[in-house]
């Protein structure tokens, strides 16, 4: 990404309205299912994907046609329904957590899609629908021994969607992260204590090759928060935890990775230590950089940067909003201090990019020194859709707000990066941004 990159508002989908504006129950529920909860650019940036809490699945594809990275709807499909554990009491959500592209073999696109329990492998292709054109009977007398067959033209393409694969009963937690391997054969799921290994073709087996849980469950100490496969070693993948340490694992070790190859763990600073230190430094998401050579995470006020070769401290740590360090005790009060921001590398491992509150977002180079803070907002889609020349992102390289000008319930948490270029798909509430 070039420093000088003049980051523009594109394209805005998913309702144009307020929340606050809401007064119907009716209406606020299906707000509240309309908000989007993953999004995730495939493996060529033609194709965007996001789910959302009412479990379903929408997909856009580029619109070639424009001379800009613009898409348009592609399909959507309801990928999961909500469901009740009855030897648990416990209802389980249909929200979709993680959406997962497979590296496309054939005109079909492949796509994982989880949420707490059950993981599903999609198939979407375009299906030709036939009509019968003509039926047995003539129109006119004809011989007693002639027959004429029905026949079958072409009516219409749809795209379809049909779940292949349904790989269920394995978490007995919830699901956190999927990661599909550099071998296009298998994938890792995780949950709060174990990662499993499954085969793309096997849906009634997986095996175990983490398991963190403790013969005492009062012993417990820490979760699993995130996992990934390596991009290019199909025997290496990561975890992260809730005590801030993330772990590379290699799988010709042993079957089961409980002895990790390597820890990156940073010691704590003793003047910051206080008691919100742990939650505040749960690793909440982590990345590959597409080379492999370094691991992005990011916890609740930083995001840190990792050469794989060095695990005692990250080569970069940065601040996102420390502005909030002093008002933990309240965003612990009303709970934000537990949200889990993503991140993710630019297309060329040059930059990296996180959300933070009042819908704001910010991309940093890979050393930290220079900050681009975006702003996710509807009155951006308001002005380019009144012709207003302040789309161009007037109010894009604002300052940090202050603590108590914050919005917490505008947040960013998840977002995606075009794999091969300056174009960025960003969830805010029940509306996807393009940003190019």
Known sequence: MSEEHNWKFAQCFGDKGDSDDITDVQHLTFFLADIISTVEFDQTGDYLATGDKGGRVVLFERNESK????????????????????????????????IKWCKRQNSAHFLLSTNDKTIKLWKVFDKSLKLVTENSIAPNPSPVNTLRLPTLTHHDTIVAAVPRKV??????????????????????????????LWNLDVSDQSFNIVDIKPANMEELTEVITAAEFHPEQCNVFMYSSSKGTIKL??????????????????????????????IISSVSDINFSYDGRYILSRDYLTLKIWDINMDNKPVQTINIHDQLRTRLCDLYENDCIFDKFECTFSGDDSHVMTGSYNNMFHLYDREGKTDIALQADKSAFRSKRLGSSKNKMSMARNSAPSADNMDFNKKILHSSWHPQENTIAIAATNNLFIFT
């Open 67 to 98: 001379k800009n990275c613009e898409y348009r709807f592609y399909t959507e499909f309801q990928s999961h329904e909500a469901e009740f554990d009855y030897l648990k009491s416990l209802e389980i959500e249909e929200k979709i957590n993680k």
């Open 167 to 196: 790989y269920a009963n394995a978490h007995t937690y919830h699901i956190n992260s999927i990661s599909i391997n550099s071998d296009g054969e298998t994938y890792i799921s995780a949950d709060d204590l174990r990662v499993n």
């Open 249 to 278: 694992s290699d799988m010709r070790e042993s079957a089961l990775c409980d002895q990790h190859a390597k820890v990156f763990e940073e010691a704590e600073d003793p003047a910051h230590r206080s008691f919100f230190s742990e």
